[in-house]
């Protein structure tokens, strides 16, 4: 056995992204300087807890963490997926934030992969598990993912800072992706959405789907928001509400917008957060999440701002044939995350976008040969 050569990388920037592409990439990877000089340093109950489902649907996967928890040395293992898998989120970051990876790394398993996973289903900060439902799991159907076993069960809602959420997600695997020319973003022909509320009247669900209606409803005629009030075990531990909104372009793209309210959220550092504002009406989260989803429509693109990273990622993985998509019009921020992402990309993959930008509408077009990424455990059938 030869020595194991790392891939030396510092800082926490990306450390979800980085993750995941050292997986697929099998690139062991040792990270430093991890939020050393912060008052709290290390790795954050979160990130720990996504090496320990990495750990879960993986074999021989080694992870070793210092004392301090600012250095990580993580050696990807085969990618084996399996049934009947549990993996508890923590409240720290809410089910979303695990969703993404592992729904590609379920793509490249050894075996269909089936988990139920537990924590928060719905915040202000991740996306939720209705916007993964209603778009994310559309995005990878673009890509050749079969519908077949690609699905995710909501068994109960939870909110911070209790959490007791529950999601069923279940992933198809694959030989390999398919090269996609995505260029046409269409024009809006429906909006859909739903609300949710637990452990709270469901007079915050009437309120946030009037206001939204109230906005859509000037623009076009095929709007319609569904309820989802949750009582009991199905309610999580926490009260709360929230609102899910998706457009459906003629051709065939979703966009997406949600939030979600509750009465307190856990920080980074394990502490719970007191409110720091009077919380805002219901009518207000409906208006304001409407009002979001106008505006990712106005940047343009074939999805929104959320799906970025995800959609870069599944170009980059797909065989050696061109991709070309449509993104939106970027913010200085967003500028900087989509350019840490097609470093990461570049780095671990060896694969370099094109950007050109459309002087007609200022959205921007990537383009890129893909890494011709293969499952070689799957089984073939």
């Known amino acids: 056995m030869g020595k194991t050569t790392y891939m ?15 997986t697929l990439s099998s690139t062991p990877i040792i990270i430093e300087e991890i939020r050393a000089d912060d008052m709290i340093p290390g790795l954050r109950p979160h990130e720990i807890s996504l090496l320990r489902l990495f750990e879960i649907v993986s074999d021989d996967c080694v992870v070793e963490i210092n004392e301090t928890g600012t250095k990580l040395k993580y050696k990807p293992g085969i990618i084996m997926g399996g049934k009947n898998l549990v993996h508890h989120c923590g409240l720290n970051r809410s089910i979303g934030y695990f969703l993404e990876p592992l729904l590609v790394l379920g793509l490249f398993g050894k075996k269909p992969l089936s988990i139920r996973l537990k924590g928060i289903t719905n915040d202000s900060r991740d996306p939720s598990i209705d916007t993964f439902r209603s778009t994310t799991l559309h995005i990878l159907k673009r890509f050749g993912v079969p519908a077949e076993g690609l699905d995710l069960k909501i ?13 069923v997600l279940t992933v198809p695997n694959v030989q390999s992706l398919t090269a996609v020319q995505w260029m046409d973003e269409g024009m809006v022909k429906r909006i859909r959405g739903v609300t949710f509320s637990t452990k709270v009247s469901t007079d915050f669900e009437h309120s946030m789907r009037y206001a939204a209606r109230g906005i859509f409803n000037n623009l076009l005629p ?3 928001i569904f309820s989802d009030h949750r009582a009991g075990p199905q309610a999580g531990k926490s009260p709360g509400y ?20 509750s009465c307190g959220r856990v920080d980074e550092t394990g502490e719970l957060e007191a409110e720091k504002k009077e919380r805002m009406p219901a009518e207000y989260t409906g208006e304001e999440t409407a009002s979001c989803l106008l505006r990712e429509i106005e940047k343009g693109g074939v999805i929104d701002s959320t ?8 170009c980059a ?14 913010s200085r921020h967003e500028f900087e995350t989509f350019a840490e992402t097609l470093r990461n990309i570049r780095d671990f993959l060896g694969v370099k976008f094109g950007i050109e930008t459309d002087p ?20 073939l059938s």
Do not use: W
């Open 307 to 314: 799906h970025r990273g995800l959609l870069f990622i599944l």
């Open 8 to 22: 030396r990388l510092k800082g926490s920037q990306s450390m979800r992204q980085r993750l995941l592409l050292a």
């Open 317 to 330: 993985l797909c065989p050696q044939d061109v991709s070309k998509v449509r993104v939106g019009t970027l």
């Open 360 to 379: 007609s509408t200022g959205t921007v077009i990537m383009k890129c040969v893909g890494s011709g990424l293969k499952n070689l455990s799957r089984k």
């Open 155 to 167: 068994e109960a809602r939870g909110v911070a800072p209790e959490g007791g959420g529950e999601v």
């Open 222 to 224: 095929d709007v319609h």
């Open 242 to 261: 929230g609102i899910s909104i998706v457009a459906e372009t003629t051709s065939g793209c979703y966009i997406s917008a949600d939030t979600a309210v």
